[in-house]
């Protein structure tokens, strides 16, 4: 049977955008159709809006601490939100320049933005009233932020990440529901704007699923700030429209609480409403679209990738699903997808990045032979000539020193995890790191001190060294 496309991707954003390109480089007839802009999460309501908002908040920090250097200065603490919120929205606009509809017209590539789409067989979608046959399907259509339950809440005027970049003005104050990354990050870029902050979770702790120690210390590094936390809460209610009042429980004991704005952070769900999957029989869980191995379907010739399937919803991990799930498409070589090495950061001020497990974690599959290699931020001269030594990595090794887990909380640790996350995903110990010349002074030399560490830790293990001690010892 002929087709109109080899591949017809659903969703604009990261990942479909990258499936489309590695599908028409390798010569096939791709079209590729968002019901929105594309761009997708990332570029409107995600990756690009928070963290340009976390660079301002960043930059008005730095200049408030201006006075360490020079007698009397001082920054006026007013700060226009409004050019701020401009701002942002001029970095999006800009890079959505690189992602318009025209710039894959040009390759040929067939994009529609702004076009409802449904499935109306399993080889054949309608988009925008036209239909549209393929051999094979790419689904990554991301997700959107989950809203739970709460009484009250749908009759306050709340926010999301997906509107909050839409303000004209900052609020006086804001309640966040949600100590996750997109509720830290926020709380802490809108506090350091002059937002007053709080943050209602309902774990025990904010991020979570990160090594507990070092989101205890963020945590201090936020209260210091000025962020309310309350955590271990419970929210039972929303009440008054005109100005949100949340009613919370929190060991029993009921607390209130308000604010000018507030912003629900409580999680993400998958977009897969609106494209008639059950009526071509493709199998969904509460999770997402269900898939192998390979990122197939419960239909074959249907593959899926991004937050529309997980496990981890990042812009990264939806660019490497859609490059296997493309790959095997296509290619004649099946590759399995590999979840054993996925590194994340969350990007407050410190950085917080994380790959691999926790030593909790580690300690309950590998048992107490698990050695842990610590990294002060006080040790590094770059940090000290940077006052930033308000941070600490972790290296979770097993009894070999092969590398189980990182964890670095402190100035650029999205970047410094690199070196050691390429290591656990090569197999390499963290010892053999020591042999690497890093120079001087810059943050990686975290790292360095780690290996240096394993490397003592090895030597002094060693059969002939312990046998020495053990004669020493002896006389």
Same mark, same amino acid.
Request: aromatic share 8%; net charge positive.
């Given at each position: 049977?002929?087709?109109?496309?080899d591949?017809i991707?659903?969703?604009?954003?990261?990942?479909?955008?990258?499936?489309?390109?590695?599908a028409?480089?390798?010569?096939?007839?791709v079209?590729?159709?968002?019901?929105?802009?594309?761009?997708?999460?990332?570029t409107?309501?995600?990756?690009?809006?928070?963290?340009?908002l976390?660079?301002a908040?960043?930059m008005?920090?730095?200049?408030?601490?201006?006075? &360490?250097?020079?007698?009397g %200065?001082?920054?006026?603490? *007013?700060? +226009?939100?409004?050019?701020v919120?401009q701002? /942002? #929205?001029? =970095?999006?606009?800009?890079?959505?320049?690189?992602?318009?509809?025209?710039?894959?017209?040009?390759?040929?590539i067939?994009?529609?933005e702004?076009a409802?789409v449904?499935?109306t067989?399993?080889?054949?979608?309608e988009?925008?009233g036209?239909?549209?046959?393929?051999?094979?399907?790419?689904?990554?259509?991301?997700?959107s932020?989950l809203v739970?339950?709460i009484?009250?809440?749908?009759?306050?005027p709340?926010?999301?990440?997906?509107?909050?970049?839409?303000l004209d003005?900052?609020?006086?104050?804001?309640?966040i529901l949600?100590?996750?990354?997109?509720?830290v990050?926020?709380?802490?870029?809108m506090?350091?704007?002059?937002?007053?902050?709080?943050?209602?979770?309902?774990?025990?702790?904010? &991020?979570i699923?990160?090594? %507990?120690?070092?989101?205890a *210390?963020? +945590?201090?590094?936020?209260?210091r700030?000025? /962020? #309310?936390? =309350?955590?271990?809460?419970?929210?039972?209610?929303v009440?008054n429209?005109?100005?949100?009042?949340?009613?919370?429980d929190?060991?029993g004991?009921?607390?209130r609480?308000?604010a000018?704005a507030?912003?629900?952070?409580?999680g993400r769900?998958?977009?897969i409403?609106?494209?008639d999957?059950?009526?071509?029989?493709?199998?969904v869980?509460?999770?997402?679209?269900?898939?192998?191995g390979?990122l197939?379907t419960?239909?074959?010739?249907?593959?899926?990738?991004?937050?529309?399937v997980?496990?981890?919803?990042?812009?990264?991990?939806?660019?490497?699903?859609?490059i296997?799930?493309?790959?095997?498409?296509?290619l004649?070589?099946?590759k399995?997808?590999n979840?054993?090495?996925?590194?994340?950061?969350?990007?407050?001020?410190p950085?917080?990045?994380?790959?691999?497990l926790?030593?909790?974690?580690?300690?309950?599959?590998?048992?107490?032979?698990?050695r842990?290699?610590r990294?002060?931020?006080?040790?590094?001269?770059?940090?000290r000539?940077?006052?930033a030594?308000?941070?600490?990595?972790?290296?979770?090794?097993d009894?070999?020193?092969?590398?189980?887990?990182?964890?670095?909380?402190?100035?650029?640790?999205?970047?410094?995890?690199?070196e050691?996350?390429?290591?656990?995903?090569?197999g390499i110990?963290?010892?053999?790191?020591?042999?690497?010349?890093?120079?001087?002074?810059?943050?990686?030399e975290l790292?360095?001190?780690?290996?240096?560490?394993?490397?003592?830790?090895?030597?002094?293990?060693?059969?002939v060294?312990?046998?020495?001690?053990?004669?020493?010892?002896?006389?």
């Open positions: 049977m002929a087709y109109d496309y591949l991707i659903l969703g604009g954003g990261g990942g479909g955008i990258t499936g489309a390109m590695l028409h480089g390798l010569g096939k007839k079209a590729l159709i968002d019901k929105r802009r594309f761009g997708g999460e990332c409107w309501s995600g990756c690009v809006p928070s963290k340009s976390l660079h908040a960043h008005v920090a730095t200049a408030r601490r201006a006075a &360490l250097y020079a007698d %200065a001082k920054m006026d603490d *007013r700060v +226009s939100g409004a050019a919120l701002s /942002v #929205r001029d =970095i999006v606009a800009d890079i959505y320049e690189d992602e318009k509809p025209e710039t894959f017209e040009k390759l040929g067939t994009a529609l702004n409802s449904r499935f067989d399993a080889h054949t979608v988009a925008s036209k239909k549209m046959s393929a051999k094979k399907f790419l689904i990554a259509t991301g997700s932020p739970p339950p009484p009250g809440l749908d009759a306050a709340y926010y999301t990440n997906e509107n909050i970049f839409s003005q900052l609020p006086a104050s804001l309640m949600g100590g996750g990354p997109i509720g990050e926020l709380a802490q870029a506090n350091r704007l002059g937002v007053a902050v709080t943050v209602i979770e309902m774990a025990p702790s904010i &991020l699923r990160e090594e %507990a120690e070092l989101a *210390r963020l +945590s201090d590094i936020l209260t700030e000025g /962020v #309310r936390l =309350i955590t271990g809460a419970k929210v039972v209610r009440e429209p005109e100005r949100p009042a949340v009613l919370y929190k060991d004991i009921q607390g609480t308000e000018d507030l912003l629900v952070a409580a769900r998958p977009n409403e609106g494209l999957l059950d009526h071509i029989g493709l199998a869980t509460r999770q997402g679209i269900a898939v192998n390979y197939q419960s239909l074959p010739h249907i593959y899926a990738a991004g937050d529309v997980g496990p981890y919803q990042f812009s990264h991990m939806a660019n490497y699903q859609a296997v799930a493309v790959s095997n498409a296509f004649p070589f099946k399995r997808v979840y054993d090495a996925v590194p994340w950061c969350t990007f407050t001020d950085e917080l990045a994380r790959s691999g926790t030593e909790a974690q580690a300690r309950e599959k590998y048992g107490s032979k698990i842990v290699y990294a002060d931020y006080a040790k590094l001269d770059r940090a000539t940077e006052r030594t308000d941070g600490l990595a972790k290296f979770v090794c009894a070999r020193g092969k590398i189980l887990g990182i964890h670095i909380l402190g100035q650029r640790a999205g970047e410094v995890l690199h050691a996350h390429a290591a656990r995903t090569l110990p963290l010892h053999k790191l020591n042999e690497v010349i890093h120079t001087y002074p810059t943050y990686s790292t360095r001190l780690a290996a240096r560490a394993a490397y003592i830790d090895r030597i002094a293990s060693h059969p060294v312990r046998l020495v001690k053990w004669l020493r010892g002896s006389k």
